[in-house]
């Protein structure tokens, strides 16, 4: 079976979150089920050195914005359609915003242009190439099946999958025609949202099947509270929606086998993980002379991530003689924040303003547990890579957070079973409460190192969520 992915970001080409990880994942989980997964990405500057080795299999004059072809090229174990368009994906700064902050003026046609290259790619565009299924990634590719549709066409079968609701782009009615886009078809019941054109609207109108990253985040986004206006779109189509919940790759993070640590270790012999706790303090500047446990962030540092809470919940922490490390950006206020915290308790919390993916990876199997207050969170990955590693995460009960984690209650443990903390309160108290939990497990390192190996052990991989999604291709095209 042949699956066409369009997609704007794919792991280790360009990356700005867990879309990139999820889409430079599972073609290679998919090829284990005899499914060939290509991916249509933007050719962004870091892609270009892969140009010249590929072999250009179709151009369109006429995309939004501009002329384009297509580059076939595989690299990195991924079977990749390129498209090229300078004028729209050759810039400096971030791949949606620029050097000040704020979205490309023009980002309704820059990925305008990728989604109605995927959809013409999908109806046969490449000699020798047709799709069975196309697989649209978040907002970006959200046109693919409106294109798809409007050229009458109902085959291949379309998927769109919703990594965040919350981004959904929309843009003013004035870009429909800039779009290619049917002016009939601007209402209510197509592709209008409040007075906007929402490119995610379109595919959730149009496309076969909606999935989403979790199957608890497929339910909440059901609702008011967590749909962000499109509940009611979604609930019309409830019957064509489910979730998949993401896994991880298990090659990149491995603890036993990962070069980025001060010591390999695995769940039979943990002391390696006690050397990367030093390594960890000694480049943070933390004590490394502290009994209690050391929690870490890995993450945007957002209000959706509810870190505003923890922060308030920082001298709490602190008193109970625990340390905190974090690594992140995002709002300037929480940025500083964290600087600010640092300064004010020495030796017991660090910040590291930015990203790394090799610190990532050190923070992860240096700290005892990973903090994730999220107000809530589609599936998450970090606490993914926390139960790889042994750092024990610890969750707001939302979204994925809530179908990976398994909270240590009484039951849990009795049962050797328990891999984290679970909460309901989002707040500096609920957040305090919580790390009490932890801070009194962290003194009993029998309970400890016991749930420790029970997250260790815990399923991580894509095996099954491959097989989820094989199910559904399987299913659409019958």
Known sequence: MKVLMVASECAPFVKTGGLADVVGALPTALAGLDI????????????????????????????????????????????????????????????YIDGNGRDWSDNHLRFGALSMAGARIAMGAIDGYQPDVVHAHDWQASLTPVYMRMAGRDTPRSIITIHNIAFQGRFGPQVLGQLQLKTDWFHPEGLEFHGDLSFLKGALMFSDRITTVSPTYAREILTPEFGMGLDGVLRSRAGFLSGVLNGIDTDAWDPSDDATLAQTYDAKSLKGKAANRVALSERLGLDTNSDGPLFCVVSRLTGQKGLDALLDAVPHLVERGAQLAVLGTGQPELEQGFRDAAMAHPGQVATHIGYDEALSHLFQAGSDAILIPSRFEPCGLTQLYGLRYGTLPIVARTGGLADTVIDANVAAILAKAATGFVFHDVSATGIALVIDRAVEAYADQKLWQSMQRAAMRHPVSWDSSAQAYRDLYTDLVG
């Open 36 to 95: 060939d997964a290509q991916v249509l990405l933007p050719a962004y500057p870091p892609l270009f050195p892969h140009l010249p080795k590929g072999e250009e299999v179709a151009r369109f004059d006429d995309l939004p914005g501009g002329p384009g072809r297509i580059v076939r090229v595989a690299a990195e174990g991924i079977k990749l359609l390129l498209l090229d368009a300078p004028q729209l994906f050759d810039r400096p700064d971030g791949i």
